[in-house]
Each structure stands twice: as C-alpha cells, then as structure tokens.
C-alpha cells in the first residue's frame, strides 16, 4: 500500500449527472459494457500510439495488447481490465471526479426541463459519460490503474452517492481495471444477470464485435470425463472488413459480412467499399441487395445501414445516414470523431453526418448508374427489384434529382418488352418534337389500349408507359428532363406535328368542323355539366367516340383515389370530354341535335358517351346502374 486513501466529493454537477444516469436515464442498461470496453479500447490505441513517440516511458510491451472480461460468482464482480495506457491520480479525479466542461449547467437545466427519459438520454449523450452508467448495475465501482512511464498505481473507488476515495497502490500493472460489485438481477427494472456468460456474449456480439482489440474471458468447460476446466476465449471477431483496404478483402469476406447484416442469402448487386479522410474521418461498407425485401414498401420497414464510432456498434437503422428511398441499402459506416452516446435527434442535426450522408447517396446513386452503362443486364435487375422505391426520391431528394432522373427506366410503347431510359427516349424522337410523351395507368394492357393512344400510335410518336403508383406523383413534380419538358397525354391539349400537307388540311377544316358543332358542343357541355366542365373536339382520337383528359395541371383520377385511401378529401376535380369529329356515333348525334334538339334521348346518349369514355380509361362510373340501364334500354330498341 501507498499513501492512505482521501476521500473527496464529486463536484455537484457530476453529482446531478449520477443520480439521473443511475435512477432515470438510461432505458437499456446493458450499454455499461459496451462503454467501458470503448474506454478500454481506447485506452490500448494511447498506449500504441505514445510507444511510438513518447521516450519517457521506457520499454512498452505492446505485443499482447487485449481486454479481459472477469467474473466472479462468489464476490458478484465484473471486471474489465485492459493493458493500455493507464490513468495517474490526476487523470482519475479529472476525468471520473468532475465534468469541467462548459454548458454542464446548461445541460443539466434542460435535463430537468425535459418530460422523458428518452429526451433526457439525448441531451446526456452529447457529453458523452460513458463511465457513469456502471453505476445503473453496480452498488460500487472500483478504478485499479497505472499510468505507463509511472511506478505507482492508483485505486479509485465509490459507490455513486456523492463521494469516492483515491489512494496510491503499489504492485499494480500497467493499465487499468474497472470491478463492478454488480447489483442483483431484476428484470422488471431491466437489470440482466451480468455475470452468465451467454449475456457478456451477446452484449460483446451486439455491441464490440469489430473493436480490434481482443476481447478475452476465462470460461469453465467440463470434459468427457467430468473434470472442469477453464479456457480462455475471444469473445469479438475484431474483422471489421470496412477498416481495411478493399485490395486486401476477398468477394467472398464482402459476401459473409453482407449476409450477416442483412440476413439475405443471396449475394449482394454491388458491394461500395468507400473511406473519408479529413476533418471528419469515417469507414463505409455499404451493399446493394439483389433482390427486394418482402417488407420494402412496408410502413414499418427500416432502413438498413449501421452506424459505429470506432468499431463500436451505436445503432441499427441510421436514419440520418440514408434517405427512405434507399432504404434497401445495407450496410455499416464507421466514424471516428463522435461520441458513442450520440442519439438519433442529434445526428439529424450534426452538419457533419449531413455531410456524410451526401456523399453516401451520390456513391450509392453513382454505382447504380456505371451497372446502368457497363452492365445492362444487372442494371435491370436491380432496377426492377428496386426501381420503384428510387422513384421515390424523385419526392424527397430534390438535390439529386438529375442523378435520379438518369437512372429511371420505364416501359415504353417503341418495345413491348424491353424498357427504355429517358436518355434513350430522347435520342428517338422525331424531328421537332420537344415534349417526353408519357401515359399513367393501372396496367401496360390498359395504358396501351387507352383512347388517348390512338393518334400517338397512328403518327408514330413513342409514349412513355408508366404504371407504378409513385408514378402519378413524381411526374407532376418532376416537369423536364435533359430540357425537354414532360407531358401526360391524358392532359391538356395535343398538337401532333404532321406533313405540311396536313397542317392545310386541318386548318382547312378545323374552321369548318368548329361551325358544325357550335350548337351541339355548347349543348353537351351544359347536358353533362355535373359530370364535366366542358365538352370540345379532340384531336388525340382516330377510332374511337371520345375521351376524357384533364387540364394540364389537374389531378388524376388515380392520385385522387391514392389521397381518398390515405384520409385526404380533396374537391371533386371535373375533366374535359372531347369527341372524334369523324367518328359515326358523334357525327349522328350532331344531326340528331340539329333535327331536334328537345329529344330526351339525345340527353341518355350523352350520358352513355360519356361512361363510355370512362370505362375506356379504366375509371369507375358515377352511377353503374344507371348507365347499364340506359345501356339496355337503347340497345332493346334496336332489334
């Protein structure tokens, strides 16, 4: 024994700090060990990093570096020992005794301001008191430690009510131990048995598996014969992949780890292997699965990225690390300059991970498009499996939205079966044509049997088929591409550019057609003012009746069906019917109408024009019934 022990008061903000870490804090109580293995493992990078430089303290075996885990049963103790740098007598009362650091009153008056523990938690993880929570499962706490390059060591010890004593020790290693007299088991307030050996392997698991120290207990084993014996293991795997260089990791190490982060037994599209040097220095080992989760578009799915600080696993499901349109990214990022308490709401704000998260889209975003133009066919898997949740950030990613549009591929009418990229579209257009021609609907078959086709396919012009529900979204957001601007043939108005000789030809008769119809249109337009707010001449149909299109800036049908099913009421939007001036049916009735316009049937027949226009589009009638009513009735009159 040294000197006789002193007994010293913590300082009173380190106080308030140790009830509410002991009593209110923390909700998982199985994160002492992973802090103090943290302090530990850093605890031998000091003392690595100081042989290197730092003469003065002498010869330093660094060889076996690594930290034990003890237990004894008897005593109801846990130590954590490690053969790092160590602590002297003033590193234990400045770094244990007081938290000198400015804003601790501030803290601790938004502490009690705060109405949750989980709030409370936030706002104590940003000064990072790892320490302190060996007191939620311990009723004392004793510090044996030794500074390297010192001949005396230091025991430190208290029980978290507001004082502890310090007092030399001679005969201590280099290095330090931390022995929890550890509380007894209490489910009920979340206190596990910390001393079996299955729960110090599943927190070690969970929690320090990639720490590249190794992390040792003794174990008892009992052989064939009976006898007991004790065995040391290594508890951690210390193979963070993401830590070394990619020329150094094979295909099937990157293919284990994915399957062991993801639980998918496929190997992943691409694997991005990426490393950030800095001011702010972080790992990424990031995968792109080959084929969807069943839970993908599920509201409870997550996303699938991990975050460490320095091997140290913090949390699952790093919101601020992926957008949720990459949500099926898996995968972990390793950075270094963060606290191991950092909660979720404080990485939201940290301009830093902001930083970080940028730069892992465009790497993501970016090897989507090389697969795009080096290889094709697994491009088109991965877009097939995941197309649909990218669309998405068309919404939500407004920066990237060019780097997005470059890797949508849809259906189109110029191949019934291969789809095609926006880049592709463009470079088929025709001569003078501007406009990206697209077509929302439920299905290929319905799209491609819509009325709105019929002088697209007759003139030749490519339409983009589009059926993903997020479709009918982010096409009204989105509104050009390349500088060609994009637009719904089911909306507005459509000027099909066309010989010389035809332009004459319309124009001919355009002036014709519109004082041949001037009574009847005017006339539809009031018949079917419920349904409609107007009726004109279309120029989109070659074979059939009519049509029903929107203005241009309208809401669909679609969307409108997608609001009403999420709770969103929105003001019925009426359309626009327009009418084949050519085609029988239209032209009889513009003589029916002519000949007398009181016949009530004439009024029936628009009726039935019109409900035949919106099953055409595959639209839901106001009124079945009805309509099959009069359908009946007109078709028994004909025989």
Known sequence: MGSSAETREFQAETRQLLRLVIHSIYSNKDIFLRELISNASDALDKLRLESL?????????????????????????????????????????????????????????????????????????????????????????????RRAGTDSGTQWRSSGEGVYTIEEVDGLPVGTAVTLHLKPADSEDGLADYLSESKIRQIVKQYSDFIRWPIRMATERTGTDGA???????????????????????????????????????????????????????????????????????????????????????????????????????????????????????????????????????????????????????????????????????????????????????????????????????????????????????????????????????????????????????????????????????????DLEGSAEDSQETDADKAQREQDFAALLPWLTTTLSEQVKQVRLSSRLTTSAACIVGDAHDVTPTLEKMYRAMGQELPTVKRILELNPTHPLITALRTAHAANADDPKLADTAELIYGSALLAEGGDLPDPARFTRLLTDRLTGTL
């Open 228 to 494: 007991s014996s004790r065995e040391v293991d290594t508890l951690n795997s210390m193979k963070a992949l993401w830590a070394r260089s990619r020329s150094e990791v094979t295909e099937d190490e990157y293919n284990e780890f994915y399957q062991q982060i993801s639980h998918d037994w496929l190997p992943p599209a691409e694997t991005i292997h990426m490393r950030a040097e800095g001011t702010f220095e972080y790992e990424a080992l990031l995968f792109i699965p080959s084929q969807a989760p069943f839970d993908l578009f599920s509201r409870e799915t997550k996303r699938g990225v991990q975050l460490y600080v320095k091997r140290v696993f913090i949390m699952d499901d790093c919101e601020a690390l992926m957008p949720h349109y990459l949500r099926f990214v898996k995968g972990v990022v390793d950075a270094h300059d963060l606290s191991l308490n950092v909660s979720r709401e404080i990485l939201q704000h940290d301009r830093q991970i902001r930083g970080v998260r940028r730069r892992l889209v465009k790497k993501v975003l970016g090897a989507i498009k090389t697969m795009q133009t080096k290889d094709a066919e697994r491009y088109a898997k991965v877009w097939s499996q995941f197309g649909r949740a990218l669309k998405e950030g068309l919404l939500e990613d407004t920066d990237n939205t060019e780097a997005l549009l470059e890797l949508v591929s849809a259906a189109s009418t110029h191949d019934p079966e291969k789809p095609t990229t926006l880049h592709q579209y463009v470079e088929r257009m025709k001569d003078g044509q501007e406009t990206i021609y697209y077509l929302t609907g439920e299905t290929r078959a319905m799209v491609e049997n819509s009325p709105h086709m019929e002088a697209f396919t007759a003139k030749g012009y490519e339409v983009l088929i589009l059926t993903d529900p997020v479709d009918e979204v982010w096409v009204d957001q989105v509104r050009s591409f390349d500088g060609h601007p994009l637009q719904s043939i089911a909306k507005g108005q459509v």
């Open 53 to 145: 430089t730092d003469s003065s303290l002498g010869e330093i075996d660094t060889t076996d570096l690594h930290i034990s885990l003890e237990v004894d049963r008897d005593a109801r103790t846990l130590t954590v020992r490690d053969n790092g740098i160590g602590m002297s007598r003033d590193d234990l009362v400045e770094l244990i005794g007081t938290i000198a650091k400015s804003g601790t009153a501030e803290l601790l008056e938004k502490i009690k301001e705060s109405k949750d523990a989980a709030t409370a938690e936030n706002l104590i993880g940003q000064f990072g008191v790892g320490f302190y929570s060996a007191f939620m499962v311990a009723d004392e706490v004793t510090v044996h430690t």
